[in-house]
C-alpha cells in the first residue's frame, strides 16, 4: 500500500491561537462549562489537539433537560407541517456549508474528505427524509367490538430525548436521530461523543440559524459515564436513543431502568461477508476492499471476516491482498487518500491487539499487520487468515483496518458460522444462484443483508440488528415510529346502557 504526505512535523499540542473553543447550547443560549473545565479536540492525522469543548456539570444538563421539557409543550402544538418547515431549512443549510462541515468532520474524525462530503450529503437528506413524513405520521383506525364507537391509535410525541452519538459518523448518526425526533414533536437533548464533538455543535449553529425555537434543541458535551449518565438516569428523559458500542449499551439499559426509561440502542456489528464460487468475483472483490476499508474498517456495517467458498478461497485472497495493497494512506485532506487515520491511539492499540494475538496463536497475516511511522494514528490495512471460529477476531468487533478471512466448504455452514455471533446487524452475501440468495434473506439472521451489494443503508431502509446490536430502529417508517408513544382511544358517540359490566352485578344475575 502506498503512504502518501503523512505530517510527520506537526506538534502535540497547537498554538494557543490556533486552538478554537466552542460552547455548550442550552436553552437558547451558547455556554461555558460552569466548572471551567474542558475536552480536547484532537486531529487523528496530526495527533495536534486543534479544540477545545466544555464539560458540562450534572447542574447543566438537568437544565438542558429543564429547558428542553418546557419548550416540548409548544413544540408538540405545532402541526408536524409547520415543523417540517424547520427541518427543510436544516437540510438546506447543511448543503449551503457542506465543504466547510467536511472540512470540520475530517479534521476531528479523520476520514478522507470525499467521505466526509458523503457523510454531510446524508445528513442532510436525513433532515429532508424525515421532513417529508409531516403528512404520513398516521395512526390507525379500528372497528369496535360494541357498536356507535370508534378505536383510534395515535402516535404521540414521547416527550424530552436524550440523544447519543459515538465518533465514527460524527455527522450522520446525529441527524438521524434528531430529525425524526423533531418531525414527531419531540425535544432533545444531544450529546456527541467526546473525540467528535465539533460536528454536532455545527449542526446545532445551522438548527438555530434555521430559527429553532429555543429550548427544543439543547447540546452538552462532557464524557458519556458522567454527562451521559446524567441524561440517561434523569426521569425528565422519556427516551435514549443512543449509538455506539453494545458495552456502553449495556450500562445505559441498566442505568434507564431505574425509570424504566424507553430505549433505542443501535449498537456493535461484526458483518460476515459470504462469497460463493458462482458470484461474479471480480465485483464481490471490489466491493469486499471497500466494505472493509471505509472510514478506516471504523464502521458498524463494515464486514468484519469474510467466509470465503473453498473452491475460490485461494484466487480471492491473492486477488483481495493484492487490491488491498493498492490502498493509499495518508492525509485525509489529499484527494488521493483511500484511508486516514485511526480515531484515537487507544483504538489503534486495540486494533494492534488483535494482529498480535492472531500471530502468536499462528495466523497468517497477508498483508499489513503494523502501523506506518510518522504522526498521526494510522494502521495499515491488514489481511489475517483465521481458520478458527472461536478466535477473538472472528467474535469480537474489531472496529479497525482488519480483514479476517477464513474458507468453508458448505454455504449452510457460512451461514451458521455468519449467526454464529453475539452482534446481529449487517451481513452481504455474494452469489448468483437464487436459491441461495432467498437461503440467505430468511436464514442470515442479520437485521440487514447486502446482496451482491455494499451498503451504506439507505433512509428508507430499517437499520436495526438481531441479538445484542440493540433495540429499536433507525431510518424508515418503523425508525420514526421508535420516537412516538403509542396511545389507544375509545370513543363513544351515544351511551350504552346495555354495557355487561358496569356495578350493580345484583341487576345482572
Ligand atoms: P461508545 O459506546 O464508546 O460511545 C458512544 C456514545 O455513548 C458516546 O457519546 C459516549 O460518550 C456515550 N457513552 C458511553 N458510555 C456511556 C454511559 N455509560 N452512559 C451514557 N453514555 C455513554 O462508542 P464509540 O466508540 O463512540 O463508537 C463505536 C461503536 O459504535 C462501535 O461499537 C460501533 O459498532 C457502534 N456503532 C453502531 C452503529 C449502529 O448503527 N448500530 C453505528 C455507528 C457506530
Given at each position: 500500500?502506498?503512504?502518501?504526505?503523512?505530517?510527520?512535523?506537526?506538534?502535540?499540542?497547537?498554538?494557543?491561537?490556533?486552538?478554537?473553543?466552542?460552547?455548550m447550547y442550552i436553552d437558547?443560549d451558547?455556554v461555558?462549562?460552569?466548572?471551567?473545565?474542558?475536552?480536547?479536540?484532537?486531529?487523528?492525522?496530526?495527533?495536534?489537539?486543534?479544540?477545545?469543548?466544555?464539560?458540562?456539570?450534572?447542574?447543566?444538563?438537568?437544565g438542558a433537560?429543564?429547558a428542553?421539557?418546557?419548550?416540548?409543550?409548544?413544540?408538540?402544538?405545532?402541526?408536524?407541517?409547520?415543523?417540517?418547515?424547520?427541518?427543510?431549512?436544516?437540510?438546506?443549510?447543511?448543503?449551503?456549508?457542506?465543504?466547510?462541515?467536511?472540512?470540520?468532520?475530517?479534521?476531528?474524525?479523520?476520514?478522507?474528505?470525499?467521505?466526509?462530503?458523503?457523510?454531510?450529503?446524508?445528513?442532510?437528506?436525513?433532515?429532508?427524509?424525515?421532513?417529508?413524513?409531516?403528512?404520513?405520521?398516521?395512526?390507525?383506525?379500528?372497528?369496535?367490538?360494541?357498536?356507535?364507537?370508534?378505536?383510534?391509535?395515535?402516535?404521540?410525541?414521547?416527550?424530552?430525548?436524550?440523544?447519543?452519538?459515538?465518533?465514527?459518523?460524527?455527522?450522520?448518526?446525529?441527524?438521524?436521530?434528531?430529525?425524526?425526533?423533531?418531525?414527531?414533536?419531540?425535544?432533545?437533548?444531544?450529546?456527541?461523543?467526546?473525540?467528535?464533538?465539533?460536528?454536532?455543535?455545527?449542526?446545532?449553529?445551522?438548527?438555530?440559524?434555521?430559527?429553532?425555537?429555543?429550548?427544543?434543541?439543547n447540546?452538552?458535551?462532557?464524557?458519556?459515564?458522567?454527562?451521559?449518565?446524567?441524561?440517561?438516569?434523569?426521569?425528565?428523559?422519556?427516551?435514549?436513543?443512543?449509538?455506539?458500542?453494545?458495552?456502553?449499551?449495556?450500562?445505559?439499559?441498566?442505568?434507564?431502568?431505574?425509570?424504566?426509561?424507553?430505549?433505542?440502542?443501535?449498537?456493535?456489528?461484526?458483518?460476515?461477508?459470504?462469497?460463493?464460487?458462482?458470484?461474479?468475483?471480480?465485483?464481490?472483490?471490489?466491493?469486499?476492499?471497500?466494505?472493509?476499508?471505509?472510514?478506516?474498517?471504523?464502521?458498524?456495517?463494515?464486514?468484519?471476516?469474510?467466509?470465503?467458498?473453498?473452491?475460490?478461497?485461494?484466487?480471492?485472497?491473492?486477488?483481495?491482498?493484492?487490491?488491498?495493497?493498492?490502498?493509499?494512506?495518508?492525509?485525509?485532506?489529499?484527494?488521493?487518500?483511500?484511508?486516514?487515520?485511526?480515531?484515537?491511539?487507544?483504538?489503534?492499540?486495540?486494533?494492534?491487539?488483535?494482529?498480535?494475538?492472531?500471530?502468536?496463536?499462528?495466523?497468517?497475516?497477508?498483508?499489513?499487520?503494523?502501523?506506518?511511522?510518522?504522526?498521526?494514528?494510522?494502521?495499515?490495512?491488514?489481511?489475517?487468515?483465521?481458520?478458527?471460529?472461536?478466535?477473538?477476531?472472528?467474535?469480537?468487533?474489531?472496529?479497525?483496518?482488519?480483514?479476517?478471512?477464513?474458507?468453508?466448504?458448505?454455504?449452510?455452514?457460512?451461514?451458521?458460522?455468519?449467526?454464529?455471533?453475539?452482534?446481529?446487524?449487517?451481513?452481504?452475501?455474494?452469489?448468483?444462484?437464487?436459491?441461495?440468495?432467498?437461503?440467505?434473506?430468511?436464514?442470515?439472521?442479520?437485521?440487514?443483508?447486502?446482496?451482491?451489494?455494499?451498503?451504506?443503508?439507505?433512509?428508507?431502509?430499517?437499520?436495526?440488528?438481531?441479538?445484542?446490536?440493540?433495540?429499536?430502529?433507525?431510518?424508515?417508517?418503523?425508525?420514526?415510529?421508535?420516537?412516538?408513544?403509542?396511545?389507544?382511544?375509545?370513543?363513544?358517540?351515544?351511551?350504552?346502557?346495555?354495557?355487561?359490566?358496569?356495578?350493580?352485578?345484583?341487576?345482572?344475575?
Amino acid at each position: 500500500m502506498a503512504l502518501i504526505s503523512v505530517s510527520r512535523k506537526s506538534p502535540r499540542s497547537g498554538s494557543r491561537s490556533q486552538i478554537k473553543r466552542f460552547k455548550m447550547y442550552i436553552d437558547g443560549d451558547w455556554v461555558d462549562s460552569e466548572k471551567e473545565e474542558t475536552l480536547e479536540v484532537i486531529n487523528p492525522a496530526t495527533e495536534e489537539v486543534f479544540a477545545k469543548v466544555p464539560k458540562a456539570s450534572k447542574e447543566q444538563v438537568k437544565g438542558a433537560l429543564e429547558a428542553a421539557e418546557k419548550a416540548q409543550r409548544k413544540w408538540e402544538d405545532l402541526s408536524p407541517l409547520q415543523r417540517a418547515k424547520f427541518l427543510f431549512k436544516i437540510a438546506e443549510l447543511i448543503r449551503r456549508d457542506r465543504e466547510r462541515l467536511a472540512r470540520i468532520l475530517t479534521s476531528e474524525q479523520g476520514k478522507p474528505l470525499y467521505e466526509s462530503r458523503l457523510e454531510i450529503d446524508g445528513a442532510a437528506e436525513n433532515f429532508q427524509y424525515y421532513a417529508e413524513f409531516a403528512r404520513r405520521i398516521e395512526g390507525d383506525v379500528l372497528p369496535s367490538d360494541f357498536p356507535e364507537q370508534t378505536i383510534m391509535i395515535l402516535k404521540l410525541p414521547i416527550g424530552v430525548v436524550a440523544s447519543i452519538t459515538p465518533w465514527n459518523f460524527p455527522s450522520a448518526t446525529v441527524a438521524r436521530k434528531l430529525a425524526p425526533a423533531l418531525i414527531t414533536g419531540n425535544a432533545l437533548v444531544t450529546k456527541p461523543s467526546s473525540n467528535t464533538p465539533l460536528s454536532s455543535i455545527e449542526l446545532v449553529k445551522l438548527a438555530e440559524e434555521a430559527g429553532l425555537p429555543k429550548g427544543v434543541l439543547n447540546l452538552v458535551t462532557g464524557a458519556g459515564s458522567e454527562v451521559g449518565d446524567e441524561m440517561v438516569t434523569n426521569k425528565i428523559t422519556g427516551l435514549v436513543t443512543m449509538t455506539g458500542s453494545t458495552e456502553a449499551g449495556r450500562k445505559i439499559m441498566e442505568s434507564a431502568s431505574g425509570h424504566v426509561g424507553k430505549l433505542i440502542l443501535e449498537l456493535g456489528g461484526k458483518a460476515p461477508f459470504i462469497v460463493w464460487n458462482d458470484a461474479d468475483m471480480a465485483w464481490a472483490l471490489k466491493c469486499a476492499v471497500w466494505a472493509r476499508f471505509w472510514n478506516c474498517g471504523q464502521t458498524c456495517i463494515c464486514a468484519e471476516r469474510m467466509y470465503i467458498d473453498e473452491k475460490v478461497k485461494n484466487k480471492f485472497v491473492s486477488a483481495f491482498a493484492k487490491a488491498v495493497a493498492s490502498l493509499r494512506i495518508g492525509n485525509p485532506f489529499n484527494s488521493k487518500t483511500d484511508l486516514g487515520p485511526m480515531i484515537s491511539e487507544k483504538e489503534r492499540e486495540t486494533t494492534e491487539s488483535f494482529v498480535e494475538r492472531a500471530r502468536e496463536e499462528g495466523d497468517k497475516i497477508i498483508i499489513g499487520g503494523s502501523e506506518p511511522k510518522g504522526k498521526g494514528w494510522f494502521y495499515k490495512p491488514t489481511i489475517v487468515e483465521d481458520n478458527d471460529q472461536k478466535s477473538p477476531l472472528i467474535q469480537e468487533e474489531i472496529f479497525g483496518p482488519v480483514a479476517p478471512i477464513m474458507e468453508v466448504d458448505s454455504f449452510d455452514k457460512a451461514i451458521d458460522y455468519a449467526n454464529d455471533s453475539i452482534f446481529g446487524l449487517s451481513s452481504y452475501v455474494f452469489t448468483k444462484d437464487s436459491a441461495r440468495i432467498f437461503k440467505a434473506m430468511h436464514k442470515i439472521k442479520f437485521g440487514e443483508s447486502y446482496i451482491n451489494q455494499v451498503g451504506p443503508e439507505q433512509f428508507q431502509g430499517a437499520h436495526t440488528g438481531f441479538r445484542q446490536t440493540g433495540i429499536g430502529a433507525e431510518g424508515s417508517k418503523y425508525g420514526l415510529a421508535c420516537y412516538t408513544q403509542l396511545k389507544t382511544c375509545y370513543v363513544d358517540w351515544d351511551e350504552r346502557p346495555n354495557l355487561p359490566y358496569l356495578f350493580p352485578y345484583r341487576k345482572k344475575h
